[in-house]
């Protein structure tokens, strides 16, 4: 197994005086997928947005690449690799397509490589580029959503955090963009986060999960464990 790229501590995040994370650790290591499940409210978000330096922990450490990163701000983190396609897509509405992809490479000057980055996320998601010159608020929910996973891979990442990308979309659409998705870790090994409700879809592309209950992470398992887990089939995998 390659080092670990990110690590959590004893992680501990507030709200106000209300304890959100009640001291998580995790490990992410170097080209994994790894997905944090949990029910509506477990701290998964809370998670991916102290990692991505959105929140400060109260408590306990980050580590990306052995350095501590929690005390950074959110553009430096952007800077060392760390990028995040945030729930809810979060695209500029107003600005073209092409636009919001750009904003991706913002903390980039490398001419030559924000191109050939933009031409492979054309090649990933070709609607991207035929509607490139589109306002974003006009694409549909599954476009939206590619929008905000090829925004985010413009800051040429080392680790891609993704919060519910499967949300509001049909099942055709989720499977093709999971698919995506196991295709970009593979061909560029980009370490992938992944949150997710869609508990099956996330194991069957993750490599390990990781299940949040009430602040706290309960259980640690490769992905195929994890689904076949009976406690997880029966809280996140429902009857099929
Ligand atoms: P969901 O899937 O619903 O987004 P989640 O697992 O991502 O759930 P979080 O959004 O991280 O969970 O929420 C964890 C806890 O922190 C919840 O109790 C939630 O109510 C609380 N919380 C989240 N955001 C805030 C906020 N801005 N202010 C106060 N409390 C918050």
């Not at 998601?125 to 035929?130: G, I, R, T, W």
């Not at 869609?198 to 069957?204: C, E, F, P, S």
């Not at 992470?217 to 490769?222: A, C, G, I, T, Y």
């Amino acid at each position: 197994m390659s080092e670990p790229l990110l690590e959590l501590k004893d992680l501990r995040v507030k709200y106000g005086n209300v304890e959100a994370l009640h001291g998580i650790g995790l490990t992410v290591r170097r080209g994994e997928i790894v997905t944090l499940l949990g029910a509506n409210g477990a701290g998964k978000t809370t998670t991916l947005r102290a990692i991505s330096g959105l929140l400060r922990p109260s408590a306990g450490e980050i580590r990306f690449e052995g350095k501590p990163i929690h005390a950074l701000p959110a553009h430096e983190l952007v800077k060392r690799g760390i990028a995040q396609a945030p729930e809810g897509r979060r695209i500029f509405a107003t600005l073209t397509v092409r636009e919001n992809l750009m904003l991706g490479a913002f903390t980039r000057t490398d001419k030559p490589g924000i191109a050939e980055t933009l031409a492979w996320i054309h090649r990933l998601f070709p609607v991207l580029e035929k509607r490139g010159t589109q306002l974003a608020g006009t694409l549909s929910g599954g476009e939206q959503q590619m929008l905000a996973i090829g925004r985010a891979l413009m800051a040429n990442p080392r680790i891609l955090l993704l919060d519910e990308p499967s949300l509001g979309l049909a099942p055709l659409l989720v499977k093709a963009i999971f698919q995506t998705l196991r295709e970009i870790n593979q061909t560029t090994g980009v370490t992938i986060v992944l949150v997710e409700q869609n508990a099956r879809a996330a194991l069957k592309l993750a490599h390990r999960g990781y299940v949040m209950e009430v602040g706290r992470l309960v259980l640690e398992d490769s992905a195929q464990a994890l689904l076949s887990n009976p406690k997880v089939q029966n809280a996140y995998l429902g009857s099929r």
